[in-house]
Each structure stands twice: as structure tokens, then as C-alpha cells.
């Protein structure tokens, strides 16, 4: 048992310190940086240097208790600022996924969707006289490269025409029209439900890739934060900018991973729960979800709400 405590304490410790020590000690070291160079003297390590051997030089840290108070100090420090990054990261996270009522929001999703409407009709303008009359393809090699860069263009703003103030919000939406599509099924109403019977492979993938989404939301905190610190030392601007563009990246992939798993589920396991909740039957011909079984599976998880 004592071995067992070790490894999970370990592991527990190893935790904290990645997640909340380590970025909330490296953001303030920077504030005590920034703050103690400002603006003007901002690459002086000459000035930064005296202020640490002045540290120091204190007799009251040459004492043990003073010092090891200090490490307390620093530790709960570092500890409430990933905290505060966390809390915020949840914020941006329910941000980007928003609905969007607020005039703001739906003047952003007018203004994306119009952006759309512009770039599908370059892209449907451009397949026009692609074909001869037969099916065979007529065009060159250059302009079917065109046709995928307006396609991958129109695909950058949203799948679907917009109906969210933001790309994360159109990408989820994008898989439960598809969803609905494919198989008449409400995807809001399914998806807790089929959770409860995906594979531990399959669990593990969602939840990394939801995880990673996380983390890239609480990324995008920490830039606020360097964001906010610039105001007394512009070189952590550089850090916001660099946080704040990996955070993008690092969203916008785990996101796109997220949808394409959860569609992937309904794929595979949509008929699955519609034979355990006794809809269909294992003996039916149908191969996948047929739309009048997935709309009675909308039905009946609604529970005729």
C-alpha cells in the first residue's frame, strides 16, 4: 500500500508543479522583472543585478525560518496566479463556445457570415463549366488547385454558413447539423447518452483533445495576463503575442480533432445505442441509423420535451 501512496502522491506533486507552480512562478518572475526595470530601462541588467545582491544582502534572509517562509510565500504566489489563469481560461473557453444574443455577438456572426456568403460564391462561381456535358472533367490542373484554395478559404470562416459569433461555436454546430443530416438525430440530445457506452479507447482520444482545448484556452489567459503586464514593461507584449498565437493554433486543431471524434462516434456507435434502448433490432437489414430511427431516438431522449 505504502508503494501505492508514493507513486500517487508523486504523480500528485508532478501535477502541481507543472500546472499551477511553474507558470505562475514564471509570470512572476517577469512581473517582478518588469516592474522593477519599467519602459525606460527595460534590457538594464545592470540594474537588475544590484537589485538582487541588495536582496541578498538582507540579514534576515540568512536565517532559515525567514527563507523557507519566503519559498511558502513564492509557492502560494504562483499557485493563486495559475488558479486566477484557470478561472480565467474558463472564461475564454465558454467565450469562444458562445451563443452569441448580445448585439456584439450577433453583429460579429452577421459580419462572418457575410464573409462567407462572399467567399461560397467565388468558390461555386468557380465550378462553373468544369465538366462537359458527359461528367468527364475539363479543367487544368491549375484551375482545380484554384477551386481547393476558394474552398479551403470559404472552409477557414466556418463549414456552414455562420450562426455563431465565432469559428470554435460554428464548428460544433457544423457537427450537429451533420449529425442531423446524416442520420435525423438531435446531437444535443444523443450524445450523453452515447457516451456512456464508447469504448475506454475512444473515451480516452475525446478527453484528450477536449483537455487540449482547455489548455489552450488557459494559454490564451496567460497572454492576457502578459498582455496586462506590458503596460509596465512592453517586452512582455512579445510574450502575450506569442501565447496568444500559439493558443489560437492549439484551439482551433484540438477543436477541429474534438468535432471530427464526435461525429465519428455517432458514425459508430449511433446504431449501437438505438438496439440497447430497443429501437432496432440486431436482425434489421439496415446497415447504419436510419433518419426515422434517429428522429424517434431524438424522441425519446427528449422525453417529448
Known amino acids: 500500500m505504502n508503494p501505492l501512496l508514493a507513486t500517487l ?22 512581473a517582478a522583472v518588469g516592474t522593477r526595470l519599467g519602459h525606460r530601462h527595460w534590457h538594464d541588467a545592470d540594474r537588475l543585478r544590484a537589485t538582487l545582491d541588495a536582496l541578498a544582502d538582507r ?34 473557453e465558454r467565450y469562444w463556445l458562445r451563443s452569441g444574443r448580445d448585439p456584439l455577438s450577433r453583429a460579429l456572426t452577421r ?24 461528367g468527364r472533367p475539363t479543367a487544368t490542373p491549375e484551375t482545380l488547385a484554384r477551386i481547393e484554395r476558394l474552398l479551403a ?3 477557414r470562416v466556418a463549414l456552414h454558413e455562420p450562426t455563431r459569433p465565432t469559428w470554435y461555436g460554428d464548428r460544433v454546430q457544423a457537427t450537429a447539423e451533420r449529425v442531423h443530416a446524416g442520420y435525423g438525430v438531435d446531437l444535443a440530445a444523443l450524445w450523453p447518452r452515447l457516451w456512456l457506452i464508447l469504448s475506454e479507447p475512444a473515451v480516452r482520444q475525446i478527453q484528450s483533445v477536449r483537455t487540449a482545448f482547455t489548455a489552450a484556452a488557459r494559454l490564451a489567459a496567460w497572454a492576457a ?31 477541429d480533432a474534438f468535432a471530427e471524434l464526435v461525429e465519428a462516434a455517432v458514425d459508430v456507435h449511433a446504431r449501437e445505442l438505438a438496439e440497447r434502448v430497443g429501437l432496432v433490432g440486431p436482425a434489421d437489414p439496415a446497415a447504419v441509423l436510419g433518419h426515422e430511427a434517429g428522429e424517434s431516438l431524438s424522441e425519446l ?5
Open 9 to 30: 502522491s508523486g504523480k500528485l506533486t508532478e501535477r502541481w508543479l507543472n500546472l499551477l507552480v511553474l507558470p505562475g512562478a514564471l509570470f512572476l518572475a517577469a
Open 59 to 92: 540579514p534576515a534572509l540568512d536565517r532559515t525560518g525567514t527563507a523557507a517562509l519566503l519559498v511558502a510565500l513564492v509557492l502560494l504566489a504562483a499557485t493563486a496566479a495559475s488558479l486566477a489563469a484557470q478561472f480565467l481560461g474558463g472564461g475564454i
Open 111 to 134: 459580419r462572418r457570415a457575410r464573409r462567407w456568403r462572399e467567399r461560397d460564391a467565388r468558390y461555386e462561381a468557380s465550378l462553373d463549366g468544369i465538366t462537359a456535358p458527359g
Open 153 to 155: 478559404a470559404r472552409d
Open 225 to 255: 495576463g502578459y498582455a496586462l503586464l506590458a503596460c509596465w514593461w512592453w517586452p512582455a507584449a512579445l510574450v502575450a503575442a506569442g501565447c496568444a498565437a500559439v493558443a489560437r493554433t492549439r484551439a482551433h486543431d484540438a477543436l
Open 301 to 305: 431522449f427528449r422525453k417529448a420535451v
